[in-house]
């Protein structure tokens, strides 16, 4: 009978330092989240549900107003979304090394993904920059090049760092552009690696930038289908309140 007496009070004791034990974790925790301070250099952003928006550091994603960018693009970085243009559902965007831009009235279309390198090894821009009336093919590939005014740029292409696409140029679906290699103004390219096809005509000409603006026409009807922010960023500021975290 005394050593059952005596392992109940040793079990009761241990109960009773693991009890308090984990209780004054939970204050440690609580003393942790409570202390949490956020660095001078961090962006201050909004939690967005709808939109994977990811500021990197001092960086921010920038959208224009009547830009449109589906729920489920990613823009990470130094990514830039100027006004009339449109990016489709499925895309990354990856500015995390350098910028991308995104001029007016251009459309990036269906799971693209678009990086920027650190440098280019041809000694040309290594920022991502696609200039205004651009259609670029779903399923494409851009990394570090330049695609200047007027182009279309076929599905499942690739552009590899330092290619340039000069203005009225077309590159033909699945091509690929080697690093430092240059599309002249006017002309059809296509291939792996991709060489000259034809020169374009000028009817041919005329219709890229009527191509860009119809599918501008079309991202509005579904810009207008979604709201641009949710609300869950109210659930998140509700927990930090409860938690003593200054918004």
């Known amino acids: ?42 962006v201050k952003w909004d939690y967005r549900g709808q939109r994977r928006i990811i500021p990197l550091g001092q960086w921010v994603p920038k959208i224009a107003v009547d830009a449109y960018v589906a729920p489920n693009v990613v823009l990470a970085g130094q990514v830039a979304v100027l006004d009339g243009s449109s990016v ?27 990086h920027a390198a650190w440098s280019s090894p041809t000694g040309l821009p290594a920022e991502t920059s696609i200039e205004r009336f651009v259609t670029v093919g779903a399923y494409s590939l851009l990394r570090s090049c330049t695609i200047e005014p007027e182009c279309v740029v076929g599905q499942h ?27 002249p103004t006017g002309e059809l390219w296509a291939g792996n690696p991709a060489r000259f096809v034809r020169t374009l005509t000028h009817e041919e000409t005329l219709e ?24 869950v960023y109210l659930e998140v500021e509700k927990f930090k309140k409860s938690l003593g975290i200054s918004i």
């Open 1 to 42: 009978m005394a050593s059952l007496l005596r392992f109940s009070r040793k079990a009761l004791s241990s109960a009773l330092s693991s009890q308090s034990h984990s209780l004054l974790s939970r204050g440690y925790a609580t003393d942790a989240a409570k202390s949490i301070t956020q660095l001078p250099d961090r």
């Open 88 to 114: 489709w559902s499925g895309s990354v965007l990856r500015g995390d090394l350098n910028k991308i831009t995104i001029g007016f009235c251009s459309n990036v279309q269906e799971r693209c993904v678009i």
């Open 157 to 183: 292409s690739i552009l590899m760092e330092g290619s340039l696409m000069e203005t009225h140029s077309i590159l033909e679906a699945g091509s690929v552009v080697p690093p430092g290699r240059r599309i």
């Open 208 to 231: 890229i930038p009527k191509l860009a603006v119809a599918i501008n026409d079309l991202s509005k009807s579904h810009f207008f289908e979604f709201l641009p922010y949710s609300t």
